[in-house]
Nanobody, 116 residues
C-alpha cells in the first residue's frame, strides 16, 4: 500500500524558514518519474511549486525561485522542500505528489502559515 506523508508545516513570521518533508512508502524508487510539491491557498486553485525528477533535475515556479529548494534522499525515499525568506503569500496547504507516470499519489497536505 502506497503512503505519502508530508510534515514540517507550521506558523512562521515573514522572512523565516521552514523545511517540509515528503515521505513515501510502499513503492520502489525506480518506479518514480518525479516528485512534485504543490500548494493551495484558501479560495485558490492548487498550484505547482517545485519538482525533482528521477534524474535529479529540478524545476520551480517563478514565485519561489531563489527562495525554495527541493532535494531528495533516495535511501529514505524522502523529498524535502527548504523554504527560505517566506512571505505571507506563501501561506497555503502544501501537498506532495508522487508521479509514477500512469499513476500519481497525493499526500494529505501540511499547512504553512506565514504571518506579516
Amino acid at each position: 500500500q502506497v503512503q505519502v506523508v508530508e510534515s514540517g508545516g507550521g506558523l512562521v513570521q515573514a522572512g523565516g524558514s521552514l523545511r517540509l518533508s515528503c515521505a513515501a512508502s510502499g513503492l520502489t524508487t525506480s518506479s518514480i518519474n518525479g516528485i512534485d510539491w504543490y500548494r493551495q491557498a484558501p479560495g485558490s486553485r492548487r498550484e505547482f511549486v517545485a519538482r525533482i525528477s528521477s534524474g535529479g533535475v529540478t524545476n520551480y515556479a517563478d514565485s519561489v525561485k531563489g527562495r525554495f529548494t527541493i532535494s531528495r534522499d533516495n535511501v529514505k525515499n524522502t523529498v524535502y522542500l527548504q523554504m527560505n525568506d517566506l512571505k505571507p503569500e506563501d501561506t497555503a496547504v502544501y501537498y506532495c505528489n508522487i508521479d509514477l507516470g500512469r499513476l500519481a499519489y497525493w499526500g494529505q497536505g501540511t499547512q504553512v502559515t506565514v504571518s506579516s
